[in-house]
T-cell receptor, first 115, second 119 residues
Framework: GENVEQHPSTLSVQEGDSAVIKCTYS??????FPWYKQELGKGPQLIID?????GEKKDQRIAVTLNKTAKHFSLHITETQPEDSAVYFC??????????????FGTGTLLAVQP | GAGVSQSPSNKVTEKGKDVELRCDPI?????LYWYRQSLGQGLEFLIY????????KSGLPSDRFSAERTGGSVSTLTIQRTQQEDSAVYLC?????????????????FGAGSRLTVL
């Protein structure tokens, strides 16, 4: 089955700096890669996702890149702000017409943005 | 309701007791997931329900764990003879089966979780 590894487990940056979180996956059939943000005491929430037919996707200060050959994908947050402080999870799944597989999550990255 | 609702939000129990955790998914979401989040750990997949299909139970850690989904809506996760290592936050999520508007992405909406403490 699918296995997702995530690094680093903790990341501390100064406000305004960039943050990068990296994930690798094992199942080459995986084609959907979302990123979730979990704030204290809440459930994870989707912040951005990418499908395997594109290499990069941006949404304001966040972007995700995907390298299918190497089976890894990354989350990039620019101009970090204190409210970006949270736990971030990457995930992978196989999603196709008529079938949706379960999401397998990485182990999470605790991001701390120092003011 | 507007979101995924889980109850209880907190549960403290003694080792050996049985517990039931409830999840009310978003109306119309046919897929329902249970994940476990232990302290400092990631999201561990437990079980996945999709419509009338047989559930994917491949993540259940032992036969003490079981889950049901009645009428394609509410789900209950049951842990029998609880052990201290069962202490964790149990998260439920729901999604549409295959959201064509999102290009087929199964976007999960999570509840706030049920924190289980086994003494």
């Amino acid at each position: 089955g699918e296995n997702v590894e995530q690094h680093p487990s903790t990341l501390s940056v100064q406000e305004g700096d960039s943050a990068v979180i990296k994930c690798t996956y094992s199942d080459s059939a995986s084609n959907y890669f979302p990123w979730y943000k979990q704030e204290l005491g809440k459930g994870p929430q989707l912040i951005i996702d990418i499908r395997s037919n594109v290499g990069e996707k941006k949404d304001q200060r966040i972007a995700v890149t995907l390298n299918k050959t190497a089976k890894h994908f990354s989350l990039h947050i620019t101009e970090t702000q204190p409210e970006d402080s949270a736990v971030y999870f990457c995930a992978a799944s196989i999603s196709r017409s008529g079938a949706t597989n379960k999401l397998i999550f990485g182990t999470g990255t605790l991001l701390a943005v120092q003011p | 309701g507007a979101g995924v609702s889980q109850s209880p939000s907190n549960k403290v129990t003694e080792k050996g007791k049985d517990v039931e955790l409830r999840c009310d998914p978003i109306s119309g979401h046919t897929a329902l997931y249970w994940y476990r989040q232990s302290l400092g750990q990631g999201l561990e997949f437990l079980i996945y329900f999709q419509g009338n299909s047989a559930p994917d139970k491949s993540g259940l850690p032992s036969d003490r764990f079981s889950a049901e989904r009645t009428g394609g809506s509410v789900s209950t996760l049951t842990i029998q003879r609880t052990q201290q290592e069962d202490s964790a936050v149990y998260l439920c999520a729901s999604s549409l089966f295959f959201d064509r508007k999102l290009g087929g992405a199964n976007v999960l909406t999570f509840g706030a979780g049920s924190r289980l403490t086994v003494l």
